[in-house]
Structures are given as structure tokens and as C-alpha cells.
């Protein structure tokens, strides 16, 4: 059994629901050990692949575990200053392998790194103590090889002790096994190199970097590629977007080797999106990319593409309008109920072209309100109506036996992401024809 570690970005849960939708599609055998906002464990029977990286939206950095230990030894470690406790962490860290793989065999001085990941609250107040604590230990162990080496310290101000994908990337510490992940859990504590870090820098160039963009309306390219795995769409699949606007939806579903079908009722954007394509097609080097763009009405979606033509559907129809300010719960109602009818056709309509088993990824506005209670819209119940199954994000059988407490997030129908800033958020909901 391999246990991986998953570093996941701002909206865990949706990071989490993500991989376990790309690890139930791809067949591979899982169980989630440990979660929280800062780290996720997995188990699976054979090592997932570091590529996964690239197929993933949310996960920031793929670590392979080398060691664990109950966290009651980092507490009496770390809290209580336990010197026999620290000794206990340094030889288990000696014993990891962790050390003997690191640096690059040209280099004189291994350059090196630790992160630590702290789920456990009192023990966050320390965790830059336990990061110092963790590199002197690896600085020790590499001397005793022989081998000089220097460990990358942080500007006092970094308010946790973790290095960044850009730092990860730039210092080659994937290539030199030298980012050692110290993840500290609830119960157990984890001691992992990084195998695969997340490039940001390639999402920003199919983000800003491509030939037609549409700021407040298009979708960031991380959440599009996530809507493109929670859809179960792998390689081979067809996924429809009948809201493409200029095509993020679509990209992302092309560089997961799915064939991808847009519609868009503006012809600008059809356009847009085909011209958007034949970029991505060049600068990925996708000669073979399937896909086709249509202008249409979402309401007539079924006699432009057919019946049971698709394996997935993943698209955002409409948020509402920009606001200024957080609204009223009246006015929010009232956005709702202007947008129905164009969902509730789009519901209609997607249950035609989808194939049996096949899914439905939807967003939807999940308004804030002066009051604080959000407004949201009736999707599940004309989902349901229409004849959809939901799917819950987190199923029973995706957690191990032993897993702290999975019952908040399986009773979870939908998943929301909404950042401070936002006075719409969206609401992503999953159903099954
Ligand atoms: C929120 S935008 C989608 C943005 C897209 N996800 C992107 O990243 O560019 C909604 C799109 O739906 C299109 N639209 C609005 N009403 C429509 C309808 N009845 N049928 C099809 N498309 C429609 C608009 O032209 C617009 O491009």
C-alpha cells in the first residue's frame, strides 16, 4: 500500500472532491486516510503517478510518505520540549530514506528545503520551531554522508513555514527529492519528499495568456479543469459546454486528451472560442484535439447535438449581474428567480444529450446576503424533477476504515467556492442521468 500526500489549494474540499472523482474514473483503487485544509492522505495499491499533477486543478503538491509517527510525539516533542521525543522524530527521519536520496549528484552542496503542514491547532504556534527543528536534523544526517549542505531558510516576516510551488519549482527540489513535507494531523504525523509540484505559471497563460479573454465573465482555468474531473470526463470521453463563452471549459477538457463540444447563443463568442483552440493546439502541441463549436440556444441544445451524444456536461450558465455591494435578501431572491428559467431549460435540455451514467457538472449563484444567509436556487429539486441522480462528492466507500469523522463531508449534496471578496459565489452541484 503507498501512502501519498496531497497539498491542496485554497478550497480543500473541492480539492478533495476533485481527486476522488479522478481516482474513481481512472479505476484506480483509493481510501482518504486524513484530511484537512492544509493536507490529504491517500492510500492507493500502486503509486499514482506524479503526472497526475498536471490532470488536477486543485492540488498544489504530491508528496510520497517515507515515514509516520503518532502526533503525540511531535506534541511532547515540540510542546513539552521533550528531548527524548525529538531524538525519537531525528532517527525516525534517519531511518525515512528521505536523506539518502537528496541533492544532485554534480552539486557540491545540497540545497534543501522543509514545509510543514500543521492541522493539529496547538501545534501550529510552533511549527516554524519544529521547521528549524526538522532541517538541523536533515543538515546533521547529511554530514554524516559526507555531504555539505545548506537549508534554505525563510524571511522571519512568511507567516508559515512552507515553501511555495514557485519556490519548489525554481530550485529544482522535485528533481533533488529536496522539499521534505513534515504534515502534522490530528493523529498521525507524516514525513514525505515532494514528488510533483503544480506549475501556476501554466494556468496563467491559458488564463491571460491566450488570444480572447473576457474577464468578469469567464471561469479561472484551475476551477474549469476541476469541473472537467468531477464530470468523470478521462481521456477518450466527450464533454459538452453549452454556455462556452471564450472556451475555458473546453481547454481544459482538450489538454485532458477529452473531445470537447461548445455551444455559445453569441455568435462573438463562438468565434472566440475556436480562435482560443486553435492556440491552445499550437502552444500544448495537441494536433489531434477533438472538438467542435456551435453557435445555439440552450433550450434547443438537443436538436443542434442529438440525443445521448455525450458524456459530460460541465458548464456556469450565468452568475448574475456584477455588484457593487452585498445585497439585500430580496434582491438576491430576485436575481434567483430571473435566472431559473434559463437553468431549469439547461437541466431539460442536458438530460437529452447526455448518455445514460453520464453526468452533469453545474454551477450556480450562490448569492451572499446583507442578512448573512445565503441564496441559492431550487437546482436539485428540478434536477431531481427532470429525472437526475445527485451525487454526493464524498461517498462512504471513499474513506478508510479508520478516517476521523468523514460525516460532515458526506452528507454534502453540493460544493461551494466563494472567496471573501465575491458577493456571488458559486454553488457546484453533481448529478448523474
Ligand atoms: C458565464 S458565461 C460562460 C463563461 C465561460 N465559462 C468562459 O469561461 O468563458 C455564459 C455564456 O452563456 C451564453 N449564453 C447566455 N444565454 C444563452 C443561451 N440561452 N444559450 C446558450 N448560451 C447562452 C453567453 O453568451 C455567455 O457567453
Redesign the pocket.
Known amino acids: 500500500m503507498q501512502l501519498q500526500l496531497f497539498i491542496p489549494g485554497k478550497n480543500w474540499r473541492l480539492s478533495l472532491a476533485e481527486l476522488d472523482s479522478l481516482l474513481e474514473a481512472k479505476g484506480v483503487k483509493f481510501a482518504v486516510h486524513s484530511f484537512s485544509k492544509e493536507f490529504l492522505v491517500i492510500s492507493t495499491e500502486r503509486k499514482v503517478p506524479s503526472s497526475i499533477i498536471d490532470d488536477l486543478g486543485g492540488t498544489i503538491k504530491i508528496g510520497v510518505t517515507a515515514a509516520d509517527f503518532s502526533t503525540e510525539i511531535v506534541k511532547r516533542a515540540f510542546l513539552q520540549k521533550e528531548k527524548e521525543a525529538q531524538e525519537q522524530i531525528s532517527r525516525k527521519i534517519a531511518v525515512s530514506g528521505l536523506v539518502d536520496e537528496m541533492g544532485n549528484a554534480e552539486s557540491e552542496k545540497t540545497l534543501f528545503g522543509v514545509s510543514v503542514y500543521c492541522a493539529e491547532k496547538p501545534l501550529r504556534s510552533v511549527s516554524k520551531t519544529i521547521q528549524r527543528f526538522i532541517g538541523s536534523s536533515i543538515k546533521r544526517e547529511l554530514s554524516g554522508y559526507g555531504k555539505k549542505s545548506k537549508f534554505m531558510g525563510f524571511a522571519k516576516s512568511r507567516r508559515l513555514p512552507q515553501l511555495s510551488h514557485v519556490e519548489v519549482l525554481k530550485k529544482n527540489f522535485v528533481e533533488n527529492k529536496a522539499e521534505i513535507l513534515f504534515c502534522v494531523g490530528r493523529e498521525q504525523t507524516f514525513v514525505a519528499a515532494t514528488v510533483a509540484v503544480h506549475d501556476p505559471f501554466e494556468f496563467q497563460k491559458r488564463d491571460v495568456g491566450k488570444p480572447v479573454q ?1 474577464k468578469i ?3 479561472p482555468p484551475r476551477l ?1 479543469r476541476i469541473m472537467v474531473n468531477l464530470a468523470a470526463c478521462t481521456e477518450g470521453k466527450t464533454l459538452l ?9 473546453l481547454q481544459e477538457a482538450l489538454l485532458s486528451k477529452v473531445k470537447a463540444i461548445g ?4 455568435r462573438w ?1 463562438v468565434e472566440a472560442t475556436s480562435r482560443n483552440i486553435e492556440w491552445l493546439k499550437h502552444e500544448y502541441m495537441l494536433e489531434n484535439a477533438d472538438y467542435g463549436v456551435l453557435q ?4 434547443k441544445l438537443s436538436q443542434k447535438i442529438g440525443w445521448e451524444q455525450v458524456d459530460g456536461v460541465a ?5 448574475g449581474p456584477a455588484l457593487r455591494q452585498i445585497p439585500t435578501t430580496s434582491y438576491a431572491l430576485r436575481i434567483a428567480e430571473k435566472l431559473e428559467p ?1 437553468y431549469f ?1 439547461l437541466l431539460e435540455e442536458a438530460y437529452k444529450v447526455l448518455k445514460t451514467g453520464g453526468r452533469l457538472v453545474l454551477v450556480s449563484p450562490w448569492i451572499k446576503t446583507r442578512s448573512g444567509k445565503p441564496i441559492t436556487m431550487g437546482i436539485e429539486k428540478k434536477a431531481l424533477e427532470t429525472g437526475f441522480k445527485r451525487v454526493y462528492p464524498f461517498k462512504r466507500e471513499f474513506f478508510a476504515e479508520n478516517a476521523a469523522a468523514p460525516e460532515n463531508l458526506m452528507s454534502m449534496a453540493s460544493l461551494v467556492d466563494a472567496e471573501e471578496r465575491h458577493k456571488i459565489g458559486r454553488q457546484i452541484h453533481i448529478f448523474q442521468k
Open positions: 473576457r465573465f469567464a471561469i474549469a459546454d453549452p454556455f462556452c463563452g471564450v472556451g475555458t471549459v455551444v455559445d447563443i453569441n463568442c445555439g440556444d440552450v433550450y458548464t456556469e450558465p450565468d452568475l434559463l431549460g
